[in-house]
């Protein structure tokens, strides 16, 4: 059992990889052409303005590479009819897809305005909170879920009734957000995730869970496709359509073990990214001007501290990692 999920794991995101890679390849000098370069804010660190005007909108390309795969897979799995989730992870990928289009409405009303800011935060909050409403009510209407969660490192599990629903929806946009948070500096979002994505890999083999596997396969094919040209110096950036659906994958695989909770060890890079934000704009409101970062989210302050963005790649994504190591032990 254990080598046929080794198996579909490999040629899962290998496929990914290689179809996202060659997609982003092929999508640099087509968004070019279409003027889809990043608009850079005045208010950001002053050496990003040399990346203005490198294309974005990149997700698209390991979007398109992860929905076929997955499709192609699902057909395989069914025929050869192996024991996975194939509603429940379809209904984790439309759910990431949804957020991906989220992210599509956001970029493109960029370009329609010619500036670095899209849908109003109210907008896109409120197409969050309706993704999130949806999924979860798909999720309890099939019976994917029952209203109670498992506590990481308690081994307990506790039933909240309707409460459930809103720990859930907050724990939903709250990462979604986060990692569209995360996406700030060349490599970043990519790289956190990619280790992330691993980590539900291993996890998913460690629990014989198959449908979560494929999932984790597609994330982990996806940024590591997509760093192939978004590491550092970036010839193309993922957007709100990226990241959006990348958030919408790791809150898929939380729920593909049923371990939701697990994310908040896990995803502590995205957490400690809107946390910064949350924290830089509350102190500047209450103390008249002050910042507590040089800015936020907090890879910039870090940037204004004098690391390189390689630099600060790195060190995000071993914290991911190191945490990550410490969440195994919670999974129960």
């Excluded at 993704?131 to 099939?142: H, I, R, S, V």
């Excluded at 596997?213 to 982990?220: D, E, F, K, N, Y």
């Excluded at 002050?290 to 995000?316: D, T």
Aim: net charge positive; with cysteine.
């Amino acid at each position: 059992m254990k080598t046929q999920m080794i198996i579909y794991f490999v040629a899962c995101a290998a496929v990914v990889f290689l179809i996202t890679a060659y997609a982003s390849k092929i999508m640099i000098p087509l968004l070019k052409s279409l003027k889809m370069g990043q608009k850079i804010l005045d208010i950001g660190p002053r050496w990003h303005k040399n990346k203005e005007g490198t294309p974005t909108m990149g997700g698209i390309g390991f979007i398109f590479a992860s929905i076929l795969v997955f499709a192609a897979v699902c057909v395989v799995l069914s025929i050869k009819k192996e024991d996975v989730e194939i509603g429940k992870m379809t209904l984790c990928v439309l759910f990431a897809l949804f957020n991906g289009l989220i992210g599509f409405i956001d970029d493109f009303a960029k370009f329609f305005k010619k500036q670095n800011q899209g849908l109003k935060a109210g907008q896109k909050f409120f197409l969050q909170l309706l993704a999130a409403g949806a999924f979860l009510f798909f999720m309890k209407t099939f019976g994917f879920i029952n209203e109670s969660v498992y506590i990481p490192f308690i081994d307990i599990r506790i039933k909240l009734g309707f409460a459930y629903y809103i720990i859930m929806i907050v724990l939903i946009t709250g990462i979604v957000n986060s990692v569209n948070l995360t996406d700030g500096i060349d490599g970043l979002a990519s790289s956190v995730t990619f280790v992330v994505g691993g980590f539900f890999a291993v996890a998913s083999m460690a629990l014989g869970n198959m449908s979560s596997l494929i999932l984790s396969a597609l994330v982990v094919g996806s940024t590591l496709g997509f760093l192939v040209y978004n590491f550092y110096p970036a010839k193309i950036f993922m957007g709100d359509t990226g990241s959006l659906f990348l958030g919408g994958m790791v809150i898929a695989l939380g729920f593909m073990l049923d371990n939701p909770l697990i994310l908040l060890p896990v995803g502590v890079i995205y957490i400690c990214e809107s946390l910064s934000d949350i924290i830089q704009v509350g102190y500047f409101k209450i103390s008249g001007g002050k910042r507590i970062f040089k800015m936020a989210p907090i890879h910039h302050h870090f940037e204004k501290c004098g690391w390189s963005e390689n630099k600060v790649v790195f060190v995000f994504s071993l914290v991911t990692l190191i945490f990550c190591v410490a969440a195994y032990f919670g999974l129960g």
